[in-house]
């Protein structure tokens, strides 16, 4: 069973920059498609990027493509989110998530495993 760890969250001005990590635990870690997702207070969860097992096909939502990067190193079992240009509306929690089926959905209701969450605000 994968367990997923968050980190890299933290409070940045507009126009700046972070970059999430997202640590999995166990060996099946290639076998699973991997997502990042966001809540912000009152709205719902919102897709923000996925990648395949290979690491081949990545995905993005509207509203970070072209700002937003997900990667990912197999060999560290870990996901990554490089999120420049930040905006206050990027302001939410990120999670991270494991798709067993290996294919990128933009549903989080697919999605098998989920990290508990890192902080992400964006000051104007």
């Known amino acids: 069973q994968v367990q997923l760890v968050e980190s890299g969250g933290g409070l940045v001005q507009a126009g700046g920059s972070l970059r999430l990590s997202c640590a999995a635990s166990?060996?099946?870690?290639?076998?699973?498609?991997m997502g990042w997702f966001r809540q912000a207070p009152g709205k719902e969860r919102e897709f923000v990027a996925g990648?395949?097992?290979?690491?081949?096909?990545?995905y993005y939502g509207d509203s970070v493509k072209g700002r937003f990067t997900i990667s990912r190193d197999n060999a560290k079992s870990t996901v990554y989110l490089q999120m420049n240009s930040l905006n206050p509306e990027d302001t939410a929690v990120y999670y991270c998530?494991?798709?067993?089926?290996?294919?990128?959905?933009?549903?989080?209701?697919?999605?098998?495993?989920w990290g508990q969450g890192t902080q992400v605000t964006v000051s104007s």
């Open positions: 998530a494991a798709d067993r089926s290996g294919w990128v959905r933009t549903t989080g209701a697919y999605y098998d495993l």
């Open positions: 166990g060996r099946t870690f290639i076998s699973y498609a």
């Open positions: 990648i395949e097992r290979s690491g081949a096909n990545t």
